[in-house]
């Protein structure tokens, strides 16, 4: 599997590790080596896609959730 770097507005940067849609919104889940993960929404900004930090930690609650389950079957196999 092929991981793409972005440098994030912190200046750190972070490889971009799946794609998730939640609630009819598409998410990217980046990670760092050091295991510290963030997730940005995909939004369209003329006819591109642009990306932005989260609303709230309720919606990064729920990106989350839809994450684990997605990949539920990966972490009992390594267990």
Same mark, same amino acid.
């Given at each position: 599997m092929d991981l793409y770097k972005m440098v994030l507005e912190d !200046? +750190?940067?972070y490889? #971009? #590790? =799946? /794609?998730i849609t939640c609630e009819g919104n598409k998410y990217l889940i980046f990670a760092q080596d *050091? *295991? %510290?993960y /963030? #997730?940005?929404k995909v939004w369209i900004h003329d *006819? +591109? %896609?642009a #990306? /932005? +930090?989260l609303d709230a930690r309720e919606e990064y609650d729920k990106v989350?959730? %839809?994450f684990l389950e997605k990949h +539920? !079957? =990966?972490y009992n196999e390594k267990a």
């Open positions: !200046g +750190k940067e490889y #971009i #590790i =799946d /794609t *050091n *295991n %510290e /963030t #997730i940005r *006819n +591109k %896609e #990306i /932005t +930090k989350m959730v %839809e +539920k !079957g =990966d």
